[in-house]
């Protein structure tokens, strides 16, 4: 402890100066001022904030208090104008009411679309279109997609309308059928079922039933499914939705604008001791055994066998029945080629049908010719086209010299 006590007692301190205790440094002097300047400013700016935060506070208050007691002090837009503008943007929603809309989007279950209702309303997949589809951008319906909707419903849940296109095609597609049955016209049907009684056609997006009786080919319903073929309407009822079509009148009106002698290609549809059944273009047409050539055909099948595409001539059709008669003996070059090269007889198709047709206004020539020939009083003459006109003067009075007209050949 001793030791202890000399070391410390052996330490000096500098005595402090009277200068240092009693007046201050400039240093210091600088600090000090600049310290109660910072807390000046720093006092402003809280008064200034301070002003700032009441004066939002009175604002707010003042405002309040006139929402509550004035709340529709200076706004020129009053409670009436309000009903007034909801009126003018309000619609009938009852079901059957067509609105126009705005689609603004789509999903695999349909769309939604703005009517400038309260809410949006939703055109389901299935009330899309008329035909059956998977989504709605199959048939255009994107956002931005514009039309006129009918209503059809209303979802409990939300309130929202349903719509639908479908009814809309659905009344057009009717009116479309009214005009085609008054025009007459023939449209393509595609068969897609069938019961005992006949077929289902789609045309024109609906429903049609086609009687077996009124089908012109001896197809069966299945080799018919799937199939599209010429009809013409027999009923259109939309009240009872009653759509009857015909092929065999659609046929007869096809057969109609075949002239005789025309050469069409046709399909063997199936082969009878009688003859072929030939397919040109959904007319079914008949091949009898004596027309087929020349030479002598003991069997038919073989010549022709089920599933042959041949040229055939036609000779004849009768419109009420749907019937048509067909011949190839008419093409043969030679008599026989039919039996032994039938390739010939098609290449040379056209070029003999021209030559038979020849020979039939050759011989309606002579039979006009014949006539004037007995009849001069007639006044009428027959050119070398074999047309008939005024007589002339050098034409004799007592008729025609017909010494070299040829004769007709037996065909």
Request: with cysteine.
């Amino acid at each position: 402890m001793a030791s202890l006590v000399q070391q410390f007692s052996g330490l000096r301190c500098p005595p402090l100066s009277s200068s240092h205790l009693l007046k201050p440094t400039s240093s210091s002097k600088s600090r000090r001022a600049s310290f109660s300047t910072t807390i000046v400013s720093a006092v402003a700016i809280s008064n200034a904030q301070t002003r700032e935060r009441q004066k939002l506070k009175d604002m707010f208050e003042e405002a309040y208090e006139r929402c509550r007691t004035a709340p529709m002090e200076g706004v020129s837009f009053t409670v009436e104008d309000f009903h007034s503008a909801i009126e003018k943007y309000d619609f009938d929603s009852e079901i059957g009411t067509k609105v126009k809309g705005t689609v603004f989007n789509t999903d695999m279950n349909g769309a939604l679309v703005d009517i400038t209702a309260k809410s949006s309303a939703f055109l389901p997949v299935q009330e899309a279109c008329i035909h059956k589809i998977k989504h709605v951008q199959e048939v255009g319906i994107v956002p931005g997609f514009q039309e006129e909707f009918v209503i059809i419903g209303e979802n409990e849940a939300d309130d929202s309308l349903i719509l639908s296109l479908r009814s809309i095609q659905y009344d057009l597609a009717w009116e479309r059928c009214r005009q085609l049955q008054a025009e007459d016209v023939v449209v393509k049907g595609k068969v897609v079922g069938a019961n005992k009684g006949g077929v289902v056609a789609i045309v024109e997006g609906l429903r049609g039933f086609v009687p077996f009786s009124q089908i012109s080919t001896k197809s069966t319903a299945e080799e018919l499914l799937d199939k599209e073929f010429p009809l013409k309407f027999v009923e259109v009822n939309e009240e009872n939705s009653r759509l009857v079509l015909s092929n065999r009148k659609a046929m007869a009106d096809s057969q109609a604008q075949l002239g005789i002698g025309s050469v069409v290609t046709g399909t063997v549809q199936s082969l009878k001791p009688y003859g072929a059944f030939i397919d040109i273009g959904g007319i079914n047409g008949l091949l009898h055994v004596s027309q087929i050539s020349h030479d002598r055909v003991a069997d038919i099948g073989t010549v022709l066998q089920p599933g042959d595409t041949l040229k055939v001539m036609i000779l004849s059709h009768d419109r009420e029945r749907g019937r048509v008669s067909l011949s190839t003996k008419k093409l043969e070059p030679t008599p026989g080629d039919m039996i032994r090269n039938p390739k010939l007889v098609f290449e040379k198709a056209d070029e003999m049908a021209q030559t038979f047709r020849q020979r039939i206004a050759q011989a309606e020539a002579m039979a006009r010719a014949d006539m004037l020939r007995f009849q001069p009083e007639s006044g009428l003459t027959l050119s070398s086209e074999g047309i008939l006109g005024p007589l002339t003067q050098d034409l004799p009075a007592d008729g025609l010299d017909l010494s070299d007209v040829p004769a007709a050949e037996d065909t």
